[in-house]
């Protein structure tokens, strides 16, 4: 078994990606290059404005090459939750946004001739517990009278092998606007895309420092400084303490993820007959679907934490999948690795501008399409085509704790396998 990322082996970054050195001068710099700086650069340049996007890494190096590639309907957190928070009004534009976000997914890979496997698969929300699956009919009905959606479907426990050869599960929530899509190959074609628009693609350097100047800011970084006349934070969960206010309304969470050898056809008709993107409803869940050349990927959060073992990883989360699918206990697992969600203490996305700085982030592992859409709304915001985004409009909750995840993170794990027990 490899402790390697399995889409990145698939689809490697095109060695003919063209990366520039670090430029002097540029109207945006973009830190981070997975969906959301990506999507910001390539708003930036179809408004005219230079941009340089800059990652520390590799480009596309973070959790947009390594996800479950599943383009999701909502937010992290549940819509009821959200409404509840901020008003039914509210709740129905972010519930429209999140809809928007996966056509806008669909509309920039047709746009853009990225071949990354998309599909509307749709998605099954698991039950785990009886009392999970009594709560979907009433949640079909909240969605048609509160949000006017119609396309969440109950699915009963005896009708449930219609969707999946799976164990142990009291019926489903079917949703079918959602997708699946291939995450390597969307993130390098979205880069090959930003660089075929012209803007600038720079490798290994780290934005380490920034300061104001008179038009603008200073960007010290680990390859050179260079000067800007805006800066986009994109990092997610990878944020780093440069602009500390950012970092105290983010905390970085460990998410964990195997495939299998692929499997042969006839098993992959029996464990997901219509290739659906699956999650459970546990608070630490776990998520699986087939990939495009018919692999198991399962993953889930062991705890909460970024840096466990993959070798244990895999061996407690290959347990897993053989409880929810014992027809997989003899297929090797061949790939096992981890990447870092973003997450704001109120589970919400948050965008705007904190000292002078903008910034997009706090997807909580459901961002495949919610980071497309605010990337493209935030470079539209830098390029002065919107005023502004949905999620600029609610509070971002920080704390100056929050850089300190590794004490109080135990204890939060703790609380939610709890909830897990008794809820
Ligand atoms: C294992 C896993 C599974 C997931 N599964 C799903 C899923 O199935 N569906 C879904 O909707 N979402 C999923 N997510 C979440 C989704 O992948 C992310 O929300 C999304 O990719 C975030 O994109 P981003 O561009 O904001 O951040 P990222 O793609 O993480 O990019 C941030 C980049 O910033 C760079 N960076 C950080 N600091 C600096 C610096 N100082 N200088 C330069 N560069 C820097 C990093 O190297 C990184 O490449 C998953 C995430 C993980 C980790």
């Known amino acids: 078994m490899k402790t390697t990322v399995y889409w990145t082996e698939d689809f490697p970054r095109p060695a003919d990606l063209p990366i520039s050195p670090l430029p002097e001068t540029v109207d945006v710099a973009v830190i981070g290059s997975g969906y959301t700086g990506l999507h910001a650069a390539l708003a930036l340049r179809k408004a005219g404005a230079s941009v340089v996007v800059i990652e520390q890494r590799t480009i596309g190096w973070g959790a947009s090459s390594r996800n479950g590639g599943m383009a999701l309907t909502g937010l992290k957190e549940e819509m009821p939750a959200v409404c509840k928070r901020y008003g039914e009004e509210l709740g129905r534009a972010f519930w429209e946004w999140s809809l928007e976000s996966i056509d806008h997914v669909e509309r920039t890979i047709a746009e853009e001739g990225i071949d990354c496997a998309f599909e509307r698969t749709g998605h099954i929300l698991l039950a785990f517990k009886p009392s999970h699956f009594a ?70 350097t780290s934005l380490k420092a920034l300061s104001r100047t008179r038009l603008g800011f200073r960007l010290v970084t680990s390859g050179g400084e260079l000067n800007a006349r805006e800066v986009l934070l994109a990092t997610n969960g990878y944020t780093p303490d440069v602009v500390k206010p950012l970092r105290d309304g983010i905390f970085p969470v460990g998410s964990y993820i195997i495939v299998t050898e692929p499997l042969p056809a006839d098993l992959q008709r ?112 830098l390029a002065g085509r919107r005023t502004s985004t949905l999620f600029a409009q609610i509070n971002h909750p920080r704390s100056p704790i929050t850089p300190y995840d590794r004490l109080y993170l135990p204890l939060v794990s703790a609380y939610f396998r709890l909830l897990d027990q008794v809820s």
């Open 135 to 204: 709560r979907f009919g009433e949640e079909v009905r909240w969605f048609h009278d509160v949000l006017g959606y119609d396309e969440l479907a109950v699915v009963s426990r005896s009708e449930l092998h219609n969707e999946i050869g799976a164990q142990g599960y009291y019926g489903g929530l079917l949703d079918t606007r959602s997708a699946g899509l291939h995450p390597a190959r969307y993130v390098f074609g979205l880069a090959q895309a930003v660089a075929r628009h012209g803007a600038l693609l720079v490798e290994h």
């Open 270 to 381: 029996e464990l997901s007959p219509r290739r659906r993107m699956f999650f459970d409803s546990k608070h630490f869940l776990n998520y699986f679907r087939l990939t495009p050349d018919g692999r198991m990927l399962f993953g889930g959060r062991h705890d909460l934490s970024t840096s466990l073992d993959l070798v244990e990883s895999a061996q407690k989360m290959q347990a897993r999948m053989v409880e929810v699918f014992p027809q997989l206990a003899s297929v090797p697992v061949t790939h096992s690795w981890s990447g870092n969600l973003g997450v704001a203490f109120d589970l919400m996305p948050h965008a705007g501008r904190v000292q002078g700085v903008h910034y997009a982030l706090g997807y909580a592992g459901h961002g495949v399409a919610i980071a497309s859409l605010l990337g493209k709304e935030m470079g539209e915001v």
